[in-house]
Nanobody, 125 residues
Framework: QVQLVESGGGLVQPGGSSRLSCAAS????????MGWYRQGPGGRELVATI??????NYADSVKGRFTISLDNSKKSVYLQMDNLKPEDTAVYYC????????????????????WGQGTQVTVSP
């Protein structure tokens, strides 16, 4: 069983910064990519993704303000958020695209549907 645990977030003033972390644990053979999504009033949207090779992709709304990074050795992904705006307020979810080991059968499986529990980021004076 693979688990993603997020940390960080909370209440931040407009223009401030915050850093989110997400650590993957469990029977993981390989992580191909990780990313951050957020759920606001408009639904869930992609924030940023990063491949194991370091290729990044950002939503237009966060380009130049957010930075995603990946530590393969720690199976962790980070999101540095600077110059935060009220419209960044949302629940942020970590996602992993990985190959895991089904211990009961000893077989490998690939999944892009591994999610963390979410962490609230609120940007307000």
């Amino acid at each position: 069983q693979v688990q993603l645990v997020e940390s960080g977030g909370g209440l931040v003033q407009p223009g401030g910064s915050s850093r989110l972390s997400c650590a993957a644990s469990g029977s993981i053979i390989r992580i191909d990519a990780m990313g951050w999504y957020r759920q606001g009033p408009g639904g869930r949207e992609l924030v940023a993704t990063i491949t194991s090779g370091g290729v990044t992709n950002y939503a237009d709304s966060v380009k130049g303000r957010f930075t995603i990074s990946l530590d393969n050795s720690k199976k962790s992904v980070y999101l540095q958020m600077d110059n935060l705006k009220p419209e960044d307020t949302a629940v942020y979810y970590c996602n992993a695209d990985l190959v895991g080991l089904m211990q009961s059968t000893g077989t490998y499986y690939a999944s892009r549907d591994v999610w963390g529990q979410g962490t609230q980021v609120t940007v307000s004076p």
